[in-house]
Structure formats: structure tokens, C-alpha cells
């Protein structure tokens, strides 16, 4: 159990396209879903906590129209680069909150965008 | 404000032989700590977790960590290295907010020899 999806595992686009980014728990609700910042050989930077029905709130430095996030359902998360450019190429990781009997966090496999 | 240091970016070991992989943490409160694994291009898996209660954790694949609060540690260890054990560690703390949002340590690369 507690398994959580990302489509698409990997996605490269053109500068100034936009990408969205799908993150899903398959066999649990979370209102709260968490999404992250990998680049290469480094550690996870917390972008934004995403929770149902309200809006995300985004970490220091994370430019919120650039990034938007869409919690529209206990089980649905979307993170979308808007007029990606190079610079946004990273990988990006999502979790969803799981609160019934344990409190943990379990992490989607990533998603891979490049930007040319 | 909570914060962990892996102390190595890198560790090598041979296959057989013990891992001991180190984190120390600062917090102002009674802290949750976590050990994930990450191989390459994919999601992170919990190692295992301490919570407040025994200091020695046991996690998953033969691993273990023990909570130190003198030492502000969680080191994890490994008896025996296999080379599936190969992958990034990352070491992680809690916070207690009602987000509780985690932060990552920066990481730690252990390579496997045969």
C-alpha cells in the first residue's frame, strides 16, 4: 500500500512551453501533498506544500506564477512549469502525506524535465 | 529552525564489509529523524524512521540507526555491505509544524566494491 504515482516519468519540451506535472496516490487520500527539487547530485529542496482545496504554499524563492501547483482532490496534486526555460530542467519529486495510524511521507518516483 | 549534516558525500566500502554512514542534526525540540535510499533516477524509499521511542531503529535490508541526543546523531549502519546497497543516503528531519515538512540532508553516495 501507500503508493504514489508521477506521469510523466519523463518529459522534455521547447523555452517558453509549459509542462504539467501529475502527481497521484493511488491507494490513499492526502491532503497534504509536497512537491520538490532535485538537480543532479544534489539533495531534495522543498518547493511547495500543496493541500486540498486551498491554495500552496511555496518555500523562500519559489516563484509561485512560475510554479503552479493544483490540489484539486484528496488523491491528485499538479505542479505545472509555466514558460519553462533551460534552467528549470531538474528533476522534480512529489510525496503525499499519509496521517491515518502513521504519519509519513511517501515520495513519488520523480519526474525528469528538460528544457531545450 | 531544524537543519541535518551528513558529514560525507561520499563513502566507499567493500562488499562485506561494515557501512557506517553519519548524520547530526540540530533541533530545538525532541526531533523525527529519517534515513531514505534513492538509486538512480528513482523516488526514495524509508530506510527507517526514529520517532521518540527506542533510540536503536531497525529499518528495512539489514540497516539500523540509533539516536544519540548527547551527540546530536543518527548515524546509519550496516553490518555487511552487498552491492545492491549502492545508491545515495539521505538523511532527513521532521518538523513538528502542522505541515510537518521534511528537510534533507545533502546527501551521502555510497559506492560498493567487489
Known amino acids: 500500500g501507500a503508493v504514489v504515482s508521477q506521469h510523466p516519468s519523463r518529459v522534455i519540451c521547447k523555452s517558453g512551453t509549459s509542462v504539467k506535472i501529475e502527481c497521484r496516490s493511488l491507494?490513499?487520500?492526502?491532503?497534504?501533498m509536497f512537491w520538490y527539487r532535485q538537480f543532479p547530485k544534489q539533495s531534495l529542496m522543498l518547493m511547495a506544500t500543496?493541500?486540498?482545496?486551498?491554495?500552496?504554499?511555496?518555500e523562500q524563492g519559489v516563484e509561485k506564477d512560475k510554479f503552479l501547483i493544483n490540489h484539486a482532490s484528496l488523491t491528485l496534486s499538479t505542479l505545472t512549469v509555466t514558460s519553462a526555460h533551460p534552467e528549470d530542467s531538474s528533476f522534480y519529486i512529489c510525496?503525499?502525506?499519509?496521517?491515518?495510524?502513521?504519519?509519513?511521507?511517501?515520495f513519488g518516483p520523480g519526474t525528469r524535465l528538460t528544457v531545450l | 529552525a531544524q537543519s541535518v549534516t551528513q558529514l560525507d558525500s561520499h563513502v566507499s566500502v567493500s562488499e562485506g564489509t561494515p557501512v557506517l554512514l553519519r548524520c547530526n542534526y540540530s533541533?530545538?525540540?525532541?526531533?523525527?529523524l529519517f534515513w531514505y535510499v534513492q538509486h538512480p533516477n528513482k523516488g526514495l524509499q524509508l530506510l527507517l524512521k526514529y520517532t521518540s521511542a527506542a533510540t536503536l531503529v531497525k529499518g528495512i535490508n539489514g540497516f539500523e540507526a540509533e539516536f544519540k541526543k548527547s551527540e546530536t546523531s543518527f548515524h546509519l549502519t550496516k553490518p555487511s555491505a552487498h552491492m545492491s546497497d549502492a545508491a545515495e543516503y539521505f538523511c532527513v528531519v521532521r518538523d513538528s509544524g502542522s505541515a510537518r515538512q521534511l528537510t534533507f540532508g545533502s546527501g551521502t553516495q555510497l559506492t560498493v566494491l567487489p
Open positions: 510525496s503525499a502525506r499519509l496521517t491515518t495510524v502513521i504519519d509519513e511521507q511517501f
Open positions: 491507494d490513499f487520500q492526502a491532503t497534504t
Open positions: 533541533s530545538s525540540y525532541s526531533p523525527s
Open positions: 500543496s493541500n486540498e482545496g486551498s491554495k500552496a504554499t511555496y
